[in-house]
């Protein structure tokens, strides 16, 4: 995903300290280009600096969690509104946008 130039720390607090993802250092040679990579289990999101940056809007990731209600209250306590959407196949669904305007979709087994 994109972010804009020399906004990392806001990367790491949305998505480490509100999200939960555990911060993963980048390799040297790509650490100078900017940007934060993130895990939770198997799966990585990477935030690459690009500019001109432009928010997607649209297309996103969705992320399987265990307490939607849980993450949903911390996302509000930082200020953070999620969206409610239909529940799809067994799943509950909402969205968020990041720090940046990326929109993110949290989704839990019901």
Same mark, same amino acid.
């Given at each position: 995903m994109?972010?804009?130039?020399g906004?990392e @720390?806001?990367a &790491?607090?949305?998505? /480490?300290?509100v999200l !939960?993802?555990?911060e993963v250092p980048?390799? $040297?040679?790509? #650490? ?6 993130f ?22 990731p @969705?992320?399987l &969690?265990?307490?939607? /209600?849980g993450?949903? !209250? ?6 953070? $509104?999620p969206? #409610? ?5 067994g ?20």
């Open positions: 994109a972010m804009p130039s906004r @720390a806001e &790491v607090a949305f998505y /480490a300290g !939960g993802l555990d980048k390799p $040297e040679e790509l #650490a100078v280009r900017g940007g934060r990579w895990r939770s289990g198997a799966v990585e999101l990477h935030l690459g600096v690009d500019e001109p940056f432009v928010p997607a809007r649209k297309a996103h @969705a992320l &969690v265990d307490d939607l /209600a993450l949903e !209250g911390r996302l509000r306590a930082a200020g953070i $509104e969206v #409610a959407d239909i529940e799809v196949e799943h509950r669904r909402v969205y968020v946008s990041d720090p940046f305007g990326n929109r993110l979709e949290l989704i839990e087994r019901v």
